[in-house]
């Protein structure tokens, strides 16, 4: 506003009033100018962001563009204290021994079966990298409460804060809510979430894995939005294809030799990279986003007639997996 009309506004504001000090004529005209010009000032402002946002969207895709061509500056995990949900077998496992491997200070184990539990840590133990584990429910929360109030005793609040997770909805919203308050106090974490494709593409006969990754997908989307201004912490959602694991044991799609089943082991290496480089999403393997962006626009006749050629609308009928 220029600063002579701002100055006649005030004045009319100031000495606008009558002698039974009820607002004059001249008030009431000087708070209708001020608002008109308010009002035309939030519309120029609306205007150039409207203009600058093409802008801003090109520099932003050209800017990722580029720096995906360049080597990412990657997190020393040498102090960090990795927590694992469901860490006693499957990707849980080969997460565990991968982030031994890239030098985790610390790595502590959450799952059902002690057994299963025990030899990882052993395992781990063997290669040098400390490790612990603990008989914890994800999917009963006054478990997760207790055993969370366990490792954050038994760790300092020099410790690094960075927390796995390879669990579903609902312990993944107990487990996330016990950890990530100290992780913003310290500014310092970071939330893992192994999903799935499945979460954006779903197949018959896996209707509540489906749905629970999904619910997950949905939550790690918005907590990663939620996390944009909030310096230390981050997320990473990893989106795999089938992955060869006892989950799925069974499960055959028409063409393998194209879609082969992931090695648990490379799905575990590509995450903890995609955690270190601080990468919010990753699809294994790429080509998957070429199925995000399908179903996107074509109609669902189509998608029928794709799920029902590569194999995926019957591939659950020799399932033999674990649930």
């Not at 478990?143 to 109030?149: G, I, L, N, R, T």
Request: charged residues 20%; glycine residues 6%; contains cysteine.
């Amino acid at each position: 506003m220029p600063r002579r009309l701002s100055l006649q506004i005030h004045a009319l504001f100031a000495c606008g009033r009558t002698r039974s000090g009820s607002p004059s004529l001249e008030a009431e005209i000087g708070r209708a100018l001020c608002v008109c010009v308010c009002a035309r000032e939030m519309e120029l402002k609306s205007a150039c962001r409207m203009l600058l946002f093409p802008v801003q969207m090109l520099f932003c895709i050209v800017r990722a563009s580029l720096l995906s061509l360049l080597p990412n500056r990657r997190k020393d995990l040498t102090k960090e204290v990795v927590l694992i949900t469901g860490g006693g077998r499957g990707i849980g496992r080969h997460l565990a021994k991968e982030f031994a491997k890239q030098g985790a200070r610390k790595v502590i184990l959450w799952g059902r079966t002690e057994k299963c539990l025990k030899e990882t840590a052993e395992e781990i133990c063997l290669s040098g990298t400390e490790c612990h584990y603990f008989l914890c429910d994800v999917a009963n929360r006054e478990e997760v409460y207790k055993q969370a109030k366990v490792v954050r005793e038994k760790d300092s609040d020099d410790d690094a804060l960075l927390k796995s997770q390879h669990i579903n909805t609902m312990g993944q919203f107990w487990t996330t809510k016990a950890f990530l308050p100290r992780m913003l106090e310290l500014r310092h974490g970071h939330v893992v979430c192994i999903n799935s494709i499945l979460s954006q593409s779903p197949i018959p006969g896996a209707i509540d894995y489906c749905t629970s990754k999904a619910s997950s997908l949905a939550f790690m989307e918005s907590l990663t939005l939620g996390l944009l201004d909030c310096p230390g912490v981050g997320c990473t959602t990893v989106l795999p294809f089938h992955t060869n694991t006892e989950m799925f044991q069974g499960m055959r799609v028409r063409f393998p030799q194209l879609f082969p089943p992931l090695k648990p082991e490379v799905v575990a290496q590509k995450t903890v990279d995609a955690v270190r480089a601080d990468k919010a999403f990753l699809y294994l393997p790429w080509t998957m986003h070429a199925l995000v962006i399908l179903k996107s626009f074509m109609p669902q006749v189509a998608l029928e007639e794709i799920h029902k050629f590569s194999g995926t609308y019957t591939c659950m009928n020799t399932f033999k997996g674990r649930t």
